[in-house]
């Protein structure tokens, strides 16, 4: 059983940055890979990025290739998303996920609460 938590999420202006931590309890937090996915209003889940269990092969979703990073600690079992050059179509709340890995929600096992991020133009 894996619990996981956001935080960081807040209200930013276009071009600027923030980043999210998911904190994870359990101790099989190293087995899994990890993702970050998002919701905007009105609309489905998106994929944004995946790393392994490893911390190598991360995966990017087109819209945010180059302007966000996921990282992990296995140590402190929290995964990060450093969020640069923030447009206001980032805005969503935002979901990290444990599982198989890959870039498909459904595949996922646990997921946290989510975090709001707001990008004002």
């Known amino acids: 059983q894996v619990q996981l938590v956001e935080s960081g999420g807040g209200l930013v202006q276009v071009g600027g940055s923030l980043r999210l931590s998911c904190a994870a309890s359990?101790?099989?937090?190293?087995?899994?890979?990890m993702a970050w996915f998002r919701q905007a209003p009105g609309k489905e889940r998106d994929f944004v990025a995946t790393?392994?269990?490893?911390?190598?092969?991360?995966r990017y979703a087109d819209s945010v290739k180059s302007r966000f990073t996921i990282s992990r600690d296995n140590a402190k079992n929290t995964v990060y998303l450093q969020m640069n050059s923030l447009k206001p179509e980032d805005t969503a709340v935002y979901y990290c996920?444990?599982?198989?890995?890959?870039?498909?929600?459904?595949?996922?096992?646990?997921w946290g609460q989510g975090t709001q991020v707001t990008v004002s133009s």
């Open positions: 359990g101790r099989t937090f190293g087995t899994y890979a």
């Open positions: 996920a444990a599982g198989p890995g890959g870039n498909i929600g459904s595949r996922y096992v646990y």
């Open positions: 790393i392994s269990w490893s911390g190598i092969n991360p």
